[in-house]
């Protein structure tokens, strides 16, 4: 396969310079030895085709910048894992600020927080066309209502899919997600799930403790970090969507739901030393055997953009062979697999086999569009689905376990080991 996977890029804060990031590393790595992949190769796409051909932002260390700089302007402060970065003709252009940045910023130091640029904002679309893009990957900040669906609607007028990894609904909201059908578009959709992060862990053992047959009763996910997403979260109106979402992505992986004064999720606070290290802090309580009581506390530690950048370069390869098999609207099991707010949610194991059976294009979950499903087919349908969970819960009680070669990869800072330079030198 030699075509391009042409992707954009909306934001570029700490989760775009890891995603920039990998792309060089892994031209230098053989992908399929170096950690961190899932899928060396997926459906015949490399890393090494996926190329960023625009990006947009607002802040003023990165408007009017080369992507390979910019990435490393204030106020990223991600991981330096790959410093050296070809020298690339992609610009970073003004995009319109709308709700993108939160006003408590203004009180926090420069190199901490967003400063909007004066330049005129572009026509996203226009820009878009131009640009030959086929894929908008949105990073915006949490909150950023307007202005996320600002990008998906200049997605829809310009042609390209969207990879939406913020907590705004759009692949979930029906709305959206029929305009993108009516378009012959795929979105993959909302909020992106890391590689190995809380959301993951929360979900496997809800599920687990779900399948043993015990009662959960209480549960909490307090969560911390230093970097701008962390400052832009302290916020509280903005963070309405994103407390759904991952409450919503734990809360479907219970038998019964929990009520709301017992299940509490979200960012807690931002502590700037961190920078962009995230602490989990995780407790579960249940009723075990005989009812008696039990309960169990876990801290994970990670660097929370680089974990969630392999899972991105996924999501867009999906897209691509959407895209090339004209699939369109939301893609279910790749966004049940990568998602923590997808339309239909699914177990992580079951969502992992799905996804690999859209791979191969041998899935039932996904639909070409303007193509009608007769009755007889659709009961087809539906006993090949009834098959697949039958055959999964054959396969194991709990859900497939992953090969050794999916199993690799989980960097983590938790160690005490510093493989990487985190020195936040480059920067503007
Ligand atoms: N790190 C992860 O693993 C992870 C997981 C799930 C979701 N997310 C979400 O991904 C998004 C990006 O995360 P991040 O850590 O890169 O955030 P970030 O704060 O580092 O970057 C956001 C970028 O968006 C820019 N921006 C603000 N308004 C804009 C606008 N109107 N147009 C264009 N650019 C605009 C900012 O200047 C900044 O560069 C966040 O919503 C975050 O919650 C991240």
Known sequence: MTSKVKIAIA??????????????????H????????????????????VEVVAAFDVDRRKVGRPLHEAIFAHPNCTTVFQREL???SVTVQMGPVLDGIAGHMDRYPDDRAFRPSDAAPVDI????????AEILVCYLPVGSEQAVRHYAKACLDAGVALVNCVPVFIASNPEFAEQFVKKGLPIVGDDIKSQFGATLLHRIITRTLGDRGVKIERT?????GGNTDFLNMLE?????????????????????????ENIHIGPSDYVPWQNDNKICFLRLEWRGFGDVPMNLEARLSVEDSPNSAGVVIDAVRCAKLALDRKISGPLDAASACMMKHPRKQMRDSEAFLALEEFIKGQDGMTRAPRQRISADSQEELAAQRQLHVDSLQVLDPVGPRL???????????????RPFDMTPDKRA
């Open 11 to 28: 934001g570029v804060g700490n989760c775009a310079s890891s995603l920039v990031q990998g792309l060089e590393y892994y031209r230098h």
């Open 236 to 260: 509280q109106t903005r963070l309405a969507s994103k407390k759904v979402s991952k409450t919503e992505s734990v809360q479907s992986q219970l038998d019964q739901r929990l009520a709301d």
């Open 403 to 417: 090969a050794p070669r999916e199993a690799v990869g989980v960097t983590t800072k938790g160690n005490g080991q």
């Open 30 to 49: 053989d992908s399929s030895e170096a950690a961190g992949l899932i899928h060396p190769e997926l459906g015949g796409y490399r890393i090494e085709d």
């Open 220 to 224: 909490y996910q307090l969560n911390t």
């Open 125 to 132: 679309s226009e820009a878009l066309k131009a640009s030959g």
């Open 86 to 88: 070809s020298e690339t």
